[in-house]
């Protein structure tokens, strides 16, 4: 299918369309008219007719959303397992709080933040027993990162449908403004000893997941967090201080983190030996893969979506890379035989989320619409073959293909593996 022309966010915002004689604006208004239209939700109970006929309720300890909107992760009850964050339903690139994915192994723990210590020790000169208190008297830096699980994508690589959503093909990852000391800051307080070149972390929930950590990470952006997003750290999250390594595959950002040693090598545990390590073709394995490459989604439209005619519509997605910064997001809507360059809108943060947007002029015709990322290390997403002629149908973790959307000619939006 031929596409028209591009025309980017800023040109229509700015009013280059009615220079073209208005045409490109009315169909971009009458898409918008004709966009599906959302699910009626019933007003609570006592919700006046008119809003402006009648006071409104009072102030609140805490706030709460609209009771028309109700954005919810799922799975939930889970004790060992995943919850995922709809990112089908979030706007900017903050994830909030209350939505960000969860991966937990033995349910969460209930810690007491006056109770709870971080011990530093193994080969440092002077070994450390810090409370929360202390640890917030060290310097603090704030910064925002994405958090991804090494798994995610999993169903989307093995087995794909037609009704997955972007949740459930990406909601293992989640982006968040971080608070905290640089894990440096406290090993030069330890005196951390030449000879020691990895350190185990370990976390303080019921099944005391720990993993082998190289020092260099330490030195480069590791922290020790205890605030998200403006407040402390939800249970779920690592309350009261969990451990942050930018870029670095979840499971490694050990929660509920209680326990630092240094070692002159690998720790070996079950976590990074019977898990997290990854099979690959020839009887061959990684293992320590921990940095998650560039990678993207597109948001919408996404399934369950529906377009509700030809016009003018907004591709939109996320897209991020554990190795630096996204430079580059390009949009196909014709299943990859053309590529043209997606808008970023927000600041190209260090590992962290970038938003993106690319106007499609929908002419009716099926369509198959995809995104690529590319960072600043020059590394390209990768198409599904090309991923699995590397790691091979049987590969467990780093699944970061294109991912694609397949819209009808009625305008129905499915999700389908891109080869």
């Known amino acids: 299918m031929a596409d028209t022309p591009p025309?980017?966010?800023?040109?229509?915002?700015?009013?280059?369309?009615?220079?073209?004689?208005?045409?490109?604006?009315?169909?971009?208004?009458?898409?918008?008219?004709?966009?599906?239209?959302?699910?009626?939700?019933?007003?609570?109970?006592?919700?006046?007719?008119?809003?402006?006929?009648?006071?409104?309720?009072?102030?609140?300890?805490?706030?709460?959303?609209?009771?028309?909107?109700?954005?919810?992760?799922?799975?939930?009850?889970?004790i060992t397992g995943t919850?995922?964050?709809?990112?089908?339903?979030?706007?900017?690139?903050?994830?909030?709080a209350d939505l960000h994915f969860t991966r937990i192994h033995a349910g969460v723990p209930t810690i007491d933040p006056t109770k709870h210590t971080l011990l530093i020790h193994g080969l440092v000169d002077h070994p450390l027993e810090l409370s929360v208190a202390e640890l917030k008297r060290f310097p603090a830096v704030t910064r925002v990162h994405f958090i991804e699980c090494s798994g995610n994508g999993r169903a989307a690589y093995r087995t794909p449908k037609p009704d997955m959503t972007p949740q459930q093909v990406d909601g293992m990852m989640s982006n968040s403004e971080w608070t905290g000391v640089p894990l440096s800051v406290l090993f030069r307080e330890a005196g951390v000893k030449p000879e020691a070149s990895w350190f185990l972390a370990e976390g303080g929930d019921a099944c005391l997941l720990d993993r082998s950590i190289p020092v260099s990470k330490a030195r480069d952006d590791a922290l020790v967090v205890w605030g998200q997003n403006g407040e402390p750290l939800r249970p779920e999250q690592g309350f009261p201080i969990r451990l942050l390594l930018p870029g670095y595959e979840g499971n490694a950002n050990v929660k509920w983190l209680r326990r630092i040693k240094l070692g002159a090598e690998p720790f070996m545990t079950r976590w990074e030996t019977s898990k997290y390590t990854d099979p690959l073709p020839g009887d061959k394995?990684?293992?320590?893969?921990?940095?998650?490459?560039?990678?993207?989604?597109?948001?919408?439209?996404?399934?369950?979506?529906?377009?509700?005619?030809?016009?003018?519509?907004?591709?939109?997605?996320?897209?991020?890379?554990?190795?630096?910064?996204?430079?580059?997001?390009d949009v196909s809507t014709d299943g990859g035989t053309t590529w043209l360059a997606a808008e970023l809108l927000t600041p190209l943060t260090n590992k962290a989320h970038v938003r993106f947007e690319h106007m499609w002029q929908w002419n009716g015709s099926e369509s198959l619409i995809m995104s690529r990322a590319t960072d600043d290390q020059g590394y390209v997403q990768p198409t599904m073959t090309q991923l699995k002629a590397v790691r091979g149908p049987g590969t467990d973790y780093h699944f970061n293909s294109i991912r694609a959307w397949r819209v009808a000619r009625e305008g129905t939006v499915t999700f389908e593996a891109n080869t």
């Open 7 to 78: 025309i980017s966010r800023r040109t229509l915002i700015a009013g280059a369309a009615v220079a073209a004689g208005g045409v490109l604006l009315t169909n971009l208004h009458s898409a918008v008219a004709q966009q599906t239209a959302p699910v009626p939700v019933a007003p609570p109970p006592g919700s006046p007719a008119d809003p402006t006929k009648a006071p409104g309720g009072p102030t609140t300890a805490v706030g709460e959303r609209s009771p028309f909107v109700h954005p919810q992760r799922a799975p939930i009850g889970e």
């Open 83 to 96: 919850s995922l964050t709809p990112l089908q339903d979030l706007a900017g690139t903050i994830t909030p």
């Open 285 to 329: 394995a990684r293992i320590f893969s921990f940095e998650m490459d560039a990678k993207s989604i597109i948001t919408s439209p996404a399934y369950p979506e529906r377009l509700t005619g030809p016009g003018w519509w907004p591709i939109r997605g996320l897209a991020w890379s554990g190795r630096g910064r996204i430079t580059r997001v």
